[in-house]
C-alpha cells in the first residue's frame, strides 16, 4: 500500500496505481455503509443495496496484499535486506506508532482516561490499524518468500496445494455446516482433522501476497486474462448469492462468504487483479493524467490512516425512504469522507519529514 512499494520498479505499473486508488475509495466506501448497524429486513431493498455495497467491494483488502506481492517479488526486485527493514519496515513501524499514539491520546482526551489506558490504545492501534500488522508480517517474511518464488513450480505448488486446502477442502466443509444435513457430530469431526492437517491457516494474506507477484508475472495471453476475468465475475456472483441465501436464513446480516478467506472473494480479487492488468498492457498516461494518477496513488496511504478519524467526526445519518435514497447517501457521504481525507494526506505530503515516516 505504500508508495515506498512502487518505487522497487524503475517502471511504473499503472495498473496497480489504478487498483491502489479504486481499492482505497471502496474502502472508505464500505466503513462508511451503515451495514453493520442500520437495522432492516434482510430481504428489502435497503438491506440488498448495502449487500451489494460489501459485496463489490470486499475485493479490497485482498487486493492491497497482491499488490504488496507484485511489488515485492518482482522480477525486478533488488531491495536487499536491509533496506527492506530500514525503509520499508521501518516506514510502517513509525506509521503505526505515530497514528495509533494520535488516536490514543485524542481517545483518552475525549473520554477522560490515563495513561495505561493510552498505553493500551497504542499497542491495540485504531480499529482499521489491524491491516498494518499483517503487512508487517508480510514484509518480514518476504525474503523467505522471495527464494520460494525464484522457482516457478515451487511457486506454483504453493498456490496449488493452498487453493486444494484452504479454498477447497476447508470452504467446501464450512459450506456444508450450514446445510440441513444429518451427521452433524460426523461433520464437526472433519472439519476438525481439516483444521489440524491444513497449514495454510491464517495464512490467507500470504496466499494472496505470493498470487499477486505469480499473476503479475505470468498473466499474458489473451485467453488467459479472459478465463481470469470471467473466473472473478463467477466469484462475485457466488459471494453475493450465498451471502444473500446465508443472510435469509440467518434473518441477519452474514459475512461468512464474503471475507477473505471465501473462494468467492478469492477468484472475484484474482479477476480484479488480471482485469486492470489487462486494462493498462501498453498503456503509458501522459501529462497531467500521469501526475493525477501518481498523486492520487501515493496518498492511498494517508487516506487509509486518516479517513476514520473523518468518518467518527462527522458520523453521517443515513435515512433509508428508499433503497435509492440510501444509496445516494452512502455514495455521498463517502465522497465527502473520501475528499477530506485525500486532502488531510496531500497536505501531510508537503512535509518532507512527514511524508517520508507518517504516510
Known amino acids: 500500500m505504500t508508495q515506498s512499494e512502487q518505487n522497487l520498479h524503475s517502471g511504473r505499473q499503472w495498473h496497480l496505481d489504478l487498483l491502489r486508488i479504486l481499492a482505497i475509495f471502496t474502502i ?11 437495522k432492516v429486513n434482510v430481504r428489502s431493498g435497503e438491506w440488498t443495496v448495502m449487500n451489494l455495497i460489501t459485496c463489490l467491494s470486499c475485493w479490497n483488502v485482498p487486493v492491497f496484499y497482491m499488490i504488496s506481492g507484485a511489488l515485492f517479488l518482482g522480477k525486478k526486485r533488488n531491495q536487499p535486506v536491509r533496506e527492506l527493514y530500514g525503509k520499508s519496515i521501518l516506514r510502517i513501524v513509525t506509521c503505526f506508532l ?14 477522560g482516561k490515563g495513561k495505561w489506558t ?5 499497542l491495540r492501534g485504531h480499529y482499521h490499524m489491524w491491516f498494518m500488522f499483517v503487512i508487517l508480517g508480510l514484509y518480514w517474511v518476504t525474503p523467505l518468500i522471495r527464494q520460494m518464488t525464484a522457482s516457478r513450480k515451487a511457486t506454483e505448488y504453493f498456490l496449488i496445494a493452498g487453493l486444494v486446502l484452504t479454498y477447497g477442502t476447508t470452504r467446501l466443509l464450512f459450506l456444508l455446516q450450514h446445510l440441513p444435513i444429518g451427521h452433524a457430530d460426523v461433520l464437526a469431526s472433519l472439519v476438525s482433522l481439516n483444521a489440524q492437517i491444513n497449514p495454510y491457516r491464517a495464512l490467507n494474506a500470504l496466499y ?20 481470469c476475468i470471467l473466473l472473478g465475475a463467477a466469484g462475485f456472483l457466488l459471494l453475493t448469492a450465498l451471502t444473500a441465501w446465508d ?18 472473494t478469492l477468484l472475484y480479487t484474482l479477476g480484479m487483479f488480471v482485469l486492470f492488468k489487462s486494462l493498462c498492457t501498453g498503456w503509458q498516461p501522459s501529462g497531467k493524467i500521469r501526475s493525477v494518477i501518481t498523486a492520487l496513488s501515493s496518498w492511498t496511504f494517508g487516506i487509509y490512516l486518516c479517513h476514520p478519524f473523518i468518518l467518527e467526526r462527522l458520523q453521517p445519518n443515513f435515512n433509508p425512504t428508499s433503497p435509492a435514497a440510501l444509496l445516494a447517501q452512502i455514495l455521498g457521504a463517502t465522497v465527502l469522507v473520501y475528499v477530506l481525507a485525500l486532502g488531510v494526506s496531500a497536505l501531510i505530503h508537503r512535509i518532507p519529514i512527514a511524508k517520508k515516516y507518517i504516510v
Not at 505515530?98 to 473520554?111: D, I, K, L, R, V
Not at 493510552?118 to 497504542?122: D, P
Not at 494472496?208 to 478465463?227: A, C, D, P
Open 28 to 38: 472508505v466506501l464500505i466503513h462508511v455503509s451503515p451495514q453493520g448497524y442500520l
Open 98 to 111: 505515530f497514528w495509533s499514539a494520535f488516536y490514543g491520546a485524542y481517545y483518552c482526551f475525549m473520554t
Open 118 to 122: 493510552f498505553l493500551n490504545q497504542l
Open 208 to 227: 494472496y501476497f505470493v498470487l499477486g507477484y505469480y499473476l503479475n508475472e505470468t498473466v499474458s495471453t489473451r485467453g488467459q486474462k479472459t478465463g
Open 247 to 264: 443472510s435469509a436464513r440467518q434473518g441477519t446480516t452474514s459475512s461468512d462468504f464474503n471475507s477473505d478467506a471465501s473462494i468467492g
